[in-house]
């Protein structure tokens, strides 16, 4: 059984940073490509960046492209995502999720397991 498990979120003001982590159970963590997504109140979960199972390459969201930075670490079994220059519409509670495969996308039917969420709030 894979379990992700969310942390680093928090409330911050527009134009700060926040650096949200994803630590992995498992051996095979290095084997598949993670995503975050996030939730905002009343919306659908969008996606919000992707990385492969090396790190090699990264995909992001229009609406976060130079902002947001999204790396891992197999050897601690951990995805980050760097999140710089936060505005309101930042506010959400942000989901790791774990690949089909090796392979990642930004359709949720993609990821088959996913973490609780961590709340972030970016107030104006």
């Not at 940073?17 to 979960?45: D, I």
């Not at 959400?92 to 392979?103: Q, W």
Request: aromatic share 12%; proline share 2%; with cysteine.
């Amino acid at each position: 059984q894979v379990q992700l498990v969310e942390s680093g979120g928090g409330s911050v003001q527009a134009g700060g940073s926040l650096r949200l982590s994803c630590a992995a159970s498992g051996r095979t963590f290095s084997s598949y490509a993670m995503g975050w997504f996030r939730q905002a109140p009343g919306k659908e979960r969008e996606f919000v960046a992707a990385i492969s199972w090396s790190g090699g390459t990264t995909s992001y969201a229009d609406s976060v492209k130079g902002r947001f930075t999204i790396s891992r670490d197999n050897a601690k079994n951990t995805v980050y995502l760097q999140m710089n220059s936060l505005k309101p519409e930042g506010t959400a509670v942000y989901f790791c999720a774990r690949a089909r495969d090796s392979s990642y996308g930004m359709s949720r039917g993609r990821y088959d397991y996913w973490g609780q969420g961590t709340q972030v709030t970016v107030s104006s």
